[in-house]
């Protein structure tokens, strides 16, 4: 479901002020997008504000435009409303959620996620989604190319990071050639690979390491070693003095097992809340378990918030896995 970027241009020379927002538990793609976005649209002389509830991950920090995202949805209604790799409107958070219900200005979605039915019905004025693209971050290059505006070194590092992330670092089933051909011109246009690579991986403080290695010896197998789940409690992050985008990424730990299917991490969010991440492989579907839960993302990477304890969790899971291997 994709309208022509020229509808967009023209939308675009007829605002001003632009907002950009992605799902709330931002991750590589959403953030490289958003703040890719913001370069471009500046760099036409709009004014642009990226706002996002939650803190963008701390390994992204190399990427302008980090500092200035705005975690307070400003009040004053903009031009244009910008949404980026939120597979679902609830994605965004329930405060901006209400505000685009009320604007009455235009609001454009650009997305590389399975199109949900909440989706189809939201009033989006424009709706740019290819399933099959390796990263929502795609869109935008390819946005920018239409545009027919300078590809700036900046720019290029936002697209590039994004497009690594949610890659997995071109390993993901979603990897295509294209994938390659526009990491080629955005390494031409000067991103260094090696330095983003380091950015966003080697830096990794010491005590979260040792949280991991902790949450680790927890580890439950299920399901004749088909699952692997782990469980990562508060009070683990508050001793080890670490922030949770520090220790999210365990689950693809639990993935890269020899014979795991599905990995799932729960981490604790409050007492009986938890904010769940899955990955799968084959033809285990993540996403049709997220989207039981109200989350979503894609077949092999979703995740969800569940209410209730860690164990009834992992029992409800591991019954829809047995489902999907009937």
């Known amino acids: 479901m ?15 002020s632009i ?19 913001k370069q471009l649209f500046e760099s036409i002389g709009k004014e642009v504000t990226v706002y996002s509830r939650d803190s963008y991950p701390y390994n992204f920090d190399f990427i302008k435009g980090y500092d200035a995202v705005s ?15 939120a597979g679902a409107p609830h994605r965004v958070g329930d405060e901006l959620l209400e505000h685009l219900q009320k604007t009455s200005s235009p609001i454009v979605l650009f997305d ?20 099959n693209a390796p990263a929502t971050s795609v ?19 936002a697209v590039y990071a994004a497009l690594l992330s949610d890659t997995g ?13 526009i990491a080629a011109e955005l390494v031409d246009a000067g991103v260094s690979p090696w330095d983003v690579s380091s950015s966003m991986h080697n830096r990794i ?27 990562i409690k508060i009070e683990q992050i508050e001793r080890y003095g670490i922030s949770p985008d520090l220790i999210d990424g365990i689950v693809n ?14 981490r604790e969010e409050k007492s009986g809340v938890y904010k769940v991440s899955l990955r799968s492989i084959g033809r285990i579907d993540a996403n049709a378990i997220a989207l039981r839960f109200g989350g979503g993302g894609h077949k092999n990477a979703a995740g969800f918030t569940f209410e209730g304890s860690y164990d009834a969790g992992v029992a409800i899971i591991e019954e829809m896995f047995r489902e999907q291997n009937k």
């Open 2 to 16: 994709t309208n022509n970027f020229p509808d967009f241009i023209t939308l675009l020379s007829q605002v001003n």
């Open 19 to 37: 907002l950009i927002s992605g799902h709330i538990n931002p991750d590589g793609d959403c953030t490289g997008t958003a703040l890719a976005c």
């Open 71 to 85: 975690h307070e949805l400003p009040q004053q209604d903009a031009d244009l409303y910008i949404v980026v790799d």
């Open 112 to 131: 590389h996620h399975e199109i949900s039915e909440q989706t189809q019905d939201f009033p989006y004025t424009l709706r740019y989604i290819d399933e």
């Open 139 to 157: 869109l935008i290059f390819r946005l920018a190319q239409e545009m027919g505006v300078e590809i700036t070194t900046d720019f290029s590092v």
């Open 169 to 181: 670092g071109f390993r993901y089933s979603k990897t295509t050639a294209e994938s390659f051909r």
């Open 205 to 231: 403080p010491l005590n979260a390491k040792r949280c991991t290695a902790e949450v680790m010896t927890d580890l439950q197998m299920r399901s004749d070693g088909k699952i692997g789940v782990i469980e």
């Open 253 to 266: 730990e639990v993935r890269s097992i020899d014979g795991v299917e599905l990995a799932a991490r729960f």
